[in-house]
Nanobody, 117 residues
């Protein structure tokens, strides 16, 4: 059974930083592309950042330069470092994985991030 467990969410002040983690189990992590999505109330879910199995990164324009996605294949974990955070970054952030051998998609439960003073 594949599980994606996010952690690191919480309340942060504008301009602050936060690092999200997503620990994967039940999946061949090194063969998976990983991503972070977010969804704010009343808005559609949007891709924040993705990282391929080779480490290639992709970012939404709204976070480019402020966020860094990374992966540690020895820990089966993907990270999202967010800096210079803005109130509009407030959302539920969800981890996403796609197995590149089976093309099956998996989602985490999500973690709430709130940017507010």
């Amino acid at each position: 059974q594949v599980q994606l467990v996010e952690s690191g969410g919480g309340l942060v002040q504008p301009g602050g930083s936060l690092r999200l983690s997503c620990a994967a189990s039940g999946i061949i992590f090194s063969d998976a592309a990983m991503a972070w999505y977010r969804q704010a109330p009343g808005k559609q879910r949007e891709l924040v950042a993705s990282i391929g199995k080779s480490g290639s990164e992709n970012y939404a324009g709204s976070v480019k330069g402020r966020c860094t996605i990374s992966r540690d294949n020895t820990k089966n974990t993907v990270y999202l470092q967010m800096n210079s955070m803005k109130p509009e970054d407030s959302a539920v952030y969800s981890c996403y994985a796609v197995s590149l051998s089976s093309m099956r998609v998996y989602w985490g439960q999500g973690t709430q991030v709130t940017v507010s003073s």
